[in-house]
């Protein structure tokens, strides 16, 4: 009998003591595994915060051309590129800096990645949806891969042979070998290039005295950032109505980039 109590009471130390280790395996590996998961999630947001893309924010037109013309001239001093065109480009392309394609990439003339691109990139909403477009570590080497694109691609190699400084015929040949599908871009960068005197820094390069242009097509104005209507129309000697009549508008809204009649 006392064999059997020493017995039964063996069985049920063991039994309990079983029991124990499993609840002590169940209970150790979630825990492990939020571990990991943590340790993951901080991982990928440090990543994250590695590849981020610093940008420079810009007031104004003025000071984006403040910011870029020493790079506008090295360019055209290398390439040939009239330093006007660039900064024209830059301007319209990125809305003078605070686009938010150029925001999120620091991509200043909305370079699409193209084959061969090896580069990052981003997905954009362009002419289509989803667009590959090009992404710089900092907005200078978007400067020069601009130039390089520009130089590598045999259907603006005529640009090259026009006469130096020449941005109208820049403008125009830009727009017939395929930059940009607005028609009106020619006129968009000219507008830009007598608004602002750009073409001062081509006049620097090629060692000439400047003097400002007025070309057919300065019967336009650009909209540029913090343009009204009413700004226009004061710069400019008119009335909002008589602006608003010259280009069919029914609301004062503008659009950065929008080309406004000036013609009475």
Not at 15 to 36: D, Y
Not at 57 to 70: G, L, M, P, R, V
Not at 214 to 227: E, L, P, Q, R
Request: charged residues 25%.
């Amino acid at each position: 009998m006392k064999l059997k109590i020493v017995l039964i009471c063996l069985l049920t130390i063991g039994f309990l003591t079983s029991c124990k280790s499993k609840k002590q395996v169940v209970h150790s590996q979630p825990k492990t595994a939020h571990h990991k998961v943590v340790e993951r999630t901080e991982e990928i947001a440090q990543r994250e915060t590695e590849n981020e893309v610093k940008t420079t924010i810009f007031s104004s037109t003025e000071d984006y051309i403040q910011f870029f013309k020493e790079a506008a001239i090295e360019e055209m001093r290398i390439y040939k590129i009239p330093a006007s065109i660039t900064l024209a480009q830059g301007i319209l392309e990125s809305s003078s800096g605070n686009s938010e394609l150029t925001k999120r990439s620091n991509n200043h003339f909305g370079i699409k990645c193209h084959k061969g691109w090896e580069g990052n990139h981003t997905l954009y909403d362009d002419d289509e949806k989803g667009e590959c477009f090009r992404v710089y570590d900092n907005p200078t080497t978007s400067y020069r891969d601009h130039s390089l694109f520009l130089t590598s691609r045999s259907r603006y190699s005529k640009l090259f042979n026009l006469a130096p400084g020449d941005y109208v015929s820049w403008a125009n040949g830009l727009s017939d070998a395929g930059y940009a599908t607005d028609r009106r871009y020619p006129a968009k960068l000219i507008g830009l290039i007598e608004k602002f005197e750009l073409s001062k820094y081509d006049a620097e390069v090629l060692g000439k005295s400047f003097v400002a242009q007025k070309s057919s097509k300065s019967s336009n104005y650009i909209v540029v950032k913090g343009d009204t209507l009413y700004s226009i129309s004061k710069k400019y000697d008119l009335s909002v109505e008589e602006l608003k009549k010259m280009n069919g508008l029914h609301s004062n809204e503008i659009s950065i980039g929008q080309t406004l009649s000036l013609t009475k």
